[in-house]
C-alpha cells in the first residue's frame, strides 16, 4: 500500500485504540448490561446501591412514641389521628440530637392547608371541616384557640 | 437395511425429546444467581392514587422536597399537585402554584377569579413519575445514566449523568427536571432509599388522606395491587405507549 494511505490509517487505529485503552481506565468494572436488555438495563451497577444508602429523613410517628407518648396516645384517639407527626413538626432525623427543637408554633397558612374554605365544588374537601380565612378570627394562632392534637378540644 | 423396533423406539424418544427440550433448560445457574432471579421476581412497584380523596393540602409536595433534598424555593419538584377547575363554558382551568407546596388555600386561580356559580367540578390531581416499563427517558440516555432496576423503578445515576437533558425533552408526563444542586437530570424514585428498607415513601407517609399508595404487583396479596387488578383505574396518556405503573382512580377526561 501507499504511503499516503498508510499514515491516515495508522492515525486512525492509533487514536481508536488510545480511546479504548483509556475506556478501560476509566468505565467503572461494575458498569455494563445488568436489567432485562441493553435499553432499559445498560448502567452502573453500584448506583442501585448508592440510592438505597440515601439518608431518610421523616422517621414514622412510632419513633416518637419512647418520648412524647402521650401526645401520640392523644393524636390516635383524635380527628387528626391520620396526620403524621412530622407533617407539621418537621423531619425528626436528628432529633433530639443535635436537633434539640422541632417547630410546634405553625402558622394559620399551615391548618389553611386542609381547612380553608373554598367556593368550588371540590367533593374530597367534604372530609374536612372548613373555616374561612378572612371571617374566622383573622389575628390570632389556630394553636390559641384549638388544640392540634384533638382539635375537639379547646385551649383556655 | 433393518430396523429392529428397539432401534426404532430408541431413536424416535431421543429424537422427540431432543426437539421438546430447548437449549436454555441445560443452562446451569449458581445458587447466588438463582436466588436473585427469585428475588427481583418477587417485587414490581407500582402507584395508586386516588384523585376522589386528595384534597389539596399539598403536604406530599413538601415532605417530598424534605427527603429528597431537592432546593424547597426552586419552582422544581418531583411531585406535584395540580388543581383543575371545570367551567359550564367546557373550559378547564389548571394550576399548580409551586408544585401545590404550600397547599390551595385560596379559590385565585393564575390571578383568576372564576365566579363559583360558573364551574361545574373541581378536583386535585397528584402527579409522579410514572416508572414506565417503556421508559423514553431510559430509551434516550446517551451515556447509560439512567436504567429500569429489577424491581420497576427508574433511577439516575447522578455521577454517570452529564446534564444533557434529552430525558427531559423526552418524558411525555414532564416529570424529569434539572436539579440546579447536583446540575444533573431528577425525578421521583418513589423514594427508593425508604421502599428498599419496607418503609412507605415520604409522599405516601405524609398523606392523611390515603390518597397516595404504594403497591408491589408481585404480590397478590397486597391490598393495594388487589385495588388495581380489580377495580376501574387509569393511567395518564396510555397511547404512548409507555406502560406507566401509577394508577388513578377517579381520572376525568380533563385531565392532561
Known amino acids: ?156 | 437395511m433393518t430396523c429392529s423396533r428397539r432401534h426404532f423406539l430408541k431413536e424416535a424418544v431421543g429424537g422427540t425429546l431432543a426437539t421438546v427440550l430447548p437449549l436454555s433448560a441445560f443452562t446451569f445457574i449458581s445458587s447466588e444467581e438463582a436466588k436473585a432471579a427469585l428475588d427481583s421476581a418477587k417485587v414490581r412497584w407500582a402507584f395508586l392514587v386516588d384523585t376522589t380523596k386528595c384534597i389539596g393540602c399539598g403536604l406530599c409536595v413538601s415532605a417530598c422536597k424534605t427527603e429528597n433534598e431537592i432546593p424547597y424555593d426552586a419552582p422544581v419538584t418531583r411531585t406535584w399537585v395540580e388543581r383543575y377547575v371545570v367551567t359550564k363554558d367546557g373550559q378547564t382551568h389548571i394550576d399548580s402554584p409551586l408544585g401545590g407546596r404550600d397547599g390551595y388555600i385560596d379559590d385565585m386561580i393564575r390571578d383568576e377569579e372564576i365566579p363559583a356559580e360558573e364551574v361545574t367540578k373541581a378536583f386535585f390531581v397528584p402527579k409522579l413519575c410514572n416508572q414506565c416499563d417503556n421508559a423514553p427517558c431510559v430509551q434516550v440516555c446517551p451515556v447509560g445514566a439512567t436504567y429500569q432496576t429489577d424491581d420497576g423503578v427508574v433511577l439516575i445515576d447522578r455521577e454517570w449523568c452529564i446534564g444533557c437533558g434529552y430525558c427531559i425533552m423526552a418524558c411525555p408526563y414532564g416529570v424529569r427536571f434539572f436539579n440546579p444542586e447536583t446540575r444533573t437530570a431528577e425525578k421521583c424514585n418513589f423514594c427508593y432509599h425508604r421502599i428498599s428498607k419496607g418503609l412507605q415513601p415520604a409522599c405516601v407517609q405524609s398523606c392523611a388522606f390515603g390518597a397516595r399508595r404504594l403497591a408491589n404487583l408481585e404480590d397478590p396479596d397486597d391490598p393495594v395491587t388487589k385495588i388495581i387488578t380489580t377495580e376501574r383505574v387509569a393511567v395518564l396518556k396510555d397511547e404512548y405507549g409507555t406502560k406507566p405503573h401509577v394508577f388513578y382512580i377517579g381520572l376525568d377526561a380533563s385531565v392532561r
Not at chain 1, 384517639?77 to 407527626?85: G, N, V, Y
Not at chain 1, 391548618?111 to 380565612?133: E, G, Y
Open chain 1, 1 to 156: 500500500m501507499k504511503w499516503h494511505v498508510l499514515r491516515p490509517l495508522w492515525l486512525t487505529i492509533g487514536v481508536v485504540a488510545s480511546i479504548l485503552i483509556a475506556r478501560v481506565f476509566l468505565v467503572p468494572d461494575d458498569f455494563g448490561v445488568h436489567g432485562r436488555n441493553f435499553t432499559y438495563g445498560y448502567y452502573r451497577l453500584s448506583n442501585v446501591q448508592e440510592w438505597k444508602d440515601f439518608t431518610v429523613k421523616y422517621q414514622g410517628r412510632e419513633s416518637c412514641r419512647e418520648c412524647h407518648e402521650e401526645n401520640l396516645v392523644k393524636l390516635n384517639d383524635s380527628p387528626h389521628s391520620a396526620i403524621e407527626c412530622e407533617n407539621c413538626h418537621g423531619p425528626a432525623i436528628g432529633h433530639p440530637d443535635p436537633v434539640e427543637m422541632l417547630p410546634n408554633d405553625l402558622p394559620r397558612e399551615h391548618c389553611l392547608r386542609c381547612h380553608a374554605t373554598t367556593d368550588f365544588p371540590f367533593v374530597s374537601k367534604a372530609q374536612v371541616p372548613m373555616v374561612n380565612n378572612r371571617m374566622h378570627r383573622r389575628r390570632r394562632e389556630c394553636y390559641e384557640c384549638h388544640n392540634p392534637h384533638d382539635p375537639r378540644e379547646e385551649v383556655e
